[in-house]
């Protein structure tokens, strides 16, 4: 029996380029009752959806150059709010990931492009 996710709750996902970071998301977010498509927000930076349980965001801070460019994302209000918050490319947050945020590593297995090793912190 896993532990459930509840909000709210700030989930930082790393891994490189095309670690299934997203695929991940859209798993979790179909876990949550989602039903809109659950896309990459590389370009939009944020997408929001509503769950069953919850309101969900995910984030893309891989074009971000640092830090003081989350304030233009409303960035405080979002992880301050009562929702899950999935981030990839947490490092782009700097000091302002909040400390308790879950960590999920994901990363590709040698010799098997279709598997990941996933690392839960």
């Not at 809109?36 to 927000?41: A, I, N, R």
């Not at 490319?89 to 590593?105: F, Q, S, T």
Request: net charge negative; charged share 25%; with cysteine.
């Amino acid at each position: 029996m896993g532990a459930a996710l509840d909000a709210p709750a700030v989930v930082a996902l790393e891994g490189d380029l095309g670690a299934g970071k997203t695929t991940l998301v859209q798993a979790m977010c179909k876990g949550l009752g989602v039903t809109q498509d659950v896309t990459s927000p590389t370009f939009a930076l944020v997408n929001q959806y509503e769950g069953d349980r919850a309101t969900v965001y995910h984030l893309d801070l891989y074009r971000l150059r640092g830090p003081d460019d989350l304030t233009n994302l409303g960035w405080d209000d979002i992880v301050n709010s009562d929702a899950i918050v999935f981030v990839e490319w947490p490092d782009r947050a700097g000091d302002r990931l909040p400390p308790d945020a879950a960590r999920i590593a994901l990363e590709h297995v040698p010799g098997d492009e279709s598997c990941r090793r996933v690392t839960v912190a």
